[in-house]
């Protein structure tokens, strides 16, 4: 994936995560990191720790085990930070599935980031 703009990656992002599951596991790891980041600066700034680690460790597992690919954080991981986000609101305002069948038409299929 060569993408050299959000507009474009944003579509190589959706096709790699064609699975609800992984789109789950992804919106789990994104909120835990949110709820990590407000305990680092509530309680005690080592909670900054967990926020990568979290984070990352639901979205790899979707990806190594889920998804069966390569996520695109290794390649362009600003885009891949705001995507997770921008999937996460889309989530929550129930536009996601529409996003996935726009990308991915009716054969949704999962793909590599990489590809």
């Not at 994936?1 to 789109?23: C, G």
């Not at 980041?37 to 190594?64: D, K, Q, T």
């Amino acid at each position: 994936m060569n993408s050299v703009s959000f507009a474009d990656f944003w579509p190589d992002y959706v096709r790699a995560h064609a699975r609800e599951r992984t789109r789950v596991l992804h919106a789990i790891g994104s909120v835990l990191a949110v709820v990590m980041l407000g305990l680092a600066f509530a309680v005690n700034l080592w909670f900054l720790i967990a926020v990568p680690l979290i984070g990352y460790a639901f979205a790899w597992y979707a990806h190594f085990f889920v998804e069966h690919n390569k996520p695109a954080t290794f390649e362009h991981p600003f885009y891949s930070l705001a995507a997770d986000y921008r999937m996460l609101f889309l989530m929550m305002a129930g536009k996601m599935d529409a996003e996935v069948e726009k990308c991915c038409g009716n054969g949704v299929t999962a793909v590599s980031p990489s590809a």
